[in-house]
């Protein structure tokens, strides 16, 4: 019986070790050329056919800062809801702001509003069974994505960091953000993050309710479809905005070459700021190619305030051929940096849950708009 248990102890090693590299696709080896700018219309093209769903006008998104304008911004529209929530996030932690979420789904559930939450089974580890149960008997549907059995094994490794909160279909939220009390406040000490999310109304919506709806049929094998989750969504601002997900499953390169490409394309100015950040080869060779074209690339990271010290060693390691270039990094010191945001010469912008790493690029299920 001994030897029994060794070989499944070692067969279950050797499985975990492989998933943590192999995603069964390879990866890719060249970087896109500089062939246009961001202002060109074949960038725009090239963006919403080669890579996701197609660029749409119509939008109004704005920013907000830290948990004293993003906890309130999210809460509000959730309290407002008439029909329907839908809400993914990758951390979500019992605490004061875990309630107040938990409280107000919850209500809203009770109220006949229909809710469906997906958390990941890693990152709401440390969320207590009394939230859950209390948002259950509230009519709250509550899904764990990827929980740990002996047969999904394999996929252990592959977590949903999306972060998308859809309220009626028409208002939507993603971001940076976790519900747990770390992200509370103004980043106004070491025990306070820094972090940005954006609010999102317009035909986007569309897109953020689609990439919600990816998860969940993956989990629940069942679709939420018809007016109540995708009404039709008029124009209610002057910006254009698609979004991209990418997932292990059906190919995880669509926001890596997002990101290559747009760093490919710019001709001016990349500002990326990132709580993860680990350039590859390919990466690290897109970023010198855009120097040489004389582009000003500048890189905001987290200083000696950080929850992975092992990503900030490995972040470094990557530092010495962007310094020779020229690229210019800083690190951010009050607090633990948690942003995910890149502007390429002031005309592309970048924000959601996915991190510099090949973690995010290849293993992640993420989202960004």
């Not at 074949?42 to 948990?67: E, I, K, T, W």
């Not at 979500?92 to 089974?121: M, N, P, Q, T």
């Not at 770390?182 to 972090?195: E, M, N, T, V, Y």
């Not at 897109?286 to 120097?291: K, L, M, N, P, Y």
Request: proline fraction near 4%.
């Amino acid at each position: 019986m001994t030897i029994v248990w060794v070989i499944l102890g070692t067969a279950a090693v050797v499985i975990i070790g492989l998933n943590l590299f192999a995603t069964g696709e390879k990866k890719l080896k060249h970087g896109p050329r500089h062939l246009y700018s961001t202002s060109d219309p074949q960038f725009v093209r090239a963006m919403g056919s080669l890579l996701g769903p197609s660029l749409l006008d119509g939008n109004r998104v704005s920013p907000c800062y830290n948990g004293d304008q993003i906890f309130p911004a999210m809460l509000t529209a959730i309290r407002g809801a008439e029909k329907t929530i839908t809400f993914e996030t990758y951390i979500y932690w019992s605490g004061e702001i875990g309630r107040e979420f938990a409280e107000a789904l919850s209500e809203r559930a009770r109220a006949g509003v229909k809710v469906h939450v997906l958390l990941d089974w890693v990152g709401s580890g440390r969320l207590k069974r009394q939230f859950l149960e209390d948002m259950e008997k509230a009519g709250v549907e509550v899904c764990r994505y990827h929980p740990l059995h002996w047969y999904t094994l394999a996929r252990i490794n592959n977590r949903t960091h999306r972060k998308l909160l859809v309220v009626d279909g028409r208002i939507g939220f993603t971001g940076g953000v976790g519900i747990a009390d770390k992200w509370l406040g103004h980043a106004q000490d070491p025990d306070h993050w820094r972090d940005s999310h954006f609010r999102a109304e317009g035909p986007v919506v569309a897109q953020m309710q689609a990439a919600f709806m990816d998860n969940w049929l993956k989990t629940q094998a069942r679709v939420l479809h018809g007016e109540e989750y995708f009404p039709v969504l008029q124009a209610l601002g002057d910006q254009a905005a698609q979004v991209f997900q990418s997932s292990p499953r059906e190919g995880s390169e669509s926001i890596r070459l997002m990101y290559l490409l747009s760093i490919a394309s710019a001709e001016k100015t990349i500002h990326l700021a990132n709580s993860y950040f680990v350039p590859d080869d390919l990466a690290v060779e897109s970023f010198v190619a855009a120097r040489a074209r004389g582009v000003s690339v500048q890189v905001i990271v987290p200083g000696e305030h950080i929850d992975a010290t092992v990503t900030r060693r490995a972040s470094r390691s990557r530092w010495g051929p962007l310094l020779e270039a020229g690229v210019e990094i800083f690190e951010y010191q009050p607090t633990m940096f948690h942003c995910k945001v890149m502007v390429v010469d002031g005309l592309w912008v970048s924000v959601g849950s996915t991190n510099f790493d090949n973690r995010s690029f290849r293993l992640n299920d993420e989202a960004n708009l």
